[in-house]
């Protein structure tokens, strides 16, 4: 599990890291608030310890433009704030919890280990796949953290290749699944194929949406 801690205090972040590490985890220090925000945008991390007050961007202004940016990642907030309206403020940012500092070493473990695992809960609802994301509670659809609009059935059919990710679909399973019992007409897959390709793969280099020739289509990162 790979954790991104933000801290400014030099002897809390060496004695936090060597926990981390003697825990098992894998970690990456970030010393202000400027240098954790671009390591957050730019790597993928299970969980991220972020301090409220840091210099160069503080951790309210870090979360809240992550979360905005579609970062999902759990984020366990510390400061030396340690009153109601501070933790409350955190919490409505988009922090999944809050440690008050001074802590205890074994309390931040057991904490990192209940995100960990509502984490897993979670992404039962997400499906990603390079930088695609899909939330299937909430049905949407980002990639590349920009948010995708599609129609109902556009996101139907994206969703029923992405629970199938690197299967090939033919036209007919395609028509079952994601029109069931309704009308269509012969050339409605290929409609919509080529719609929801305008949307997901048009602005994008990658290409995540392929046509096997001869039987129908598959959604994977790589080819």
């Known amino acids: 599990m790979r954790i991104l801690l933000v801290e400014d205090e030099n002897a809390l972040g060496i004695a936090t890291t060597r926990a981390l590490l003697e825990a098992g985890y894998q970690v990456d220090w970030a010393r202000d608030g400027g240098v954790g925000y671009q390591s957050a945008l730019s790597q993928e991390y299970e969980a991220v310890i972020l301090d409220i007050m840091l210099p160069r961007m503080n951790g309210l202004?870090?979360?809240?433009?992550?979360?905005?940016?579609?970062?999902?990642f759990p984020v366990l907030m510390l400061t030396a704030?340690?009153?109601?309206?501070?933790?409350?403020?955190?919490?409505?940012?988009?922090?999944?919890?809050y440690l008050g500092k001074p802590f205890d070493v074994p309390e931040l473990l057991a904490r990192l280990r209940a995100l960990r695992?509502?984490?897993?809960?979670?992404?039962?609802?997400?499906?990603?796949?390079?930088?695609?994301?899909?939330d299937r509670e909430q049905r949407s659809v980002t990639r590349d953290h920009r948010l995708l609009k599609l129609t109902r059935r556009e996101y139907d059919?994206?969703?029923?290749?992405?629970?199938?990710?690197?299967?090939?679909?033919?036209?007919?399973?395609i028509s079952s699944r994601v029109w069931q019992d309704e009308e269509s007409i012969s050339n409605t897959v290929e409609v919509f194929i080529a719609s929801l390709r305008k949307k997901v793969d048009a602005p994008f280099q990658k290409k995540l949406i392929h046509t096997v020739y001869g039987f129908g289509y598959v959604l994977k990162a790589d080819g």
């Open 61 to 72: 202004e870090i979360l809240r433009n992550l979360r905005a940016m579609g970062r999902r």
């Open 157 to 173: 059919l994206l969703e029923a290749l992405a629970i199938n990710e690197g299967r090939t679909l033919s036209r007919d399973t």
């Open 81 to 97: 704030l340690d009153q109601m309206p501070d933790r409350v403020k955190g919490l409505d940012t988009g922090a999944d919890d």
């Open 117 to 134: 695992r509502r984490d897993a809960v979670n992404k039962g609802n997400l499906i990603q796949i390079a930088d695609l994301e899909i």
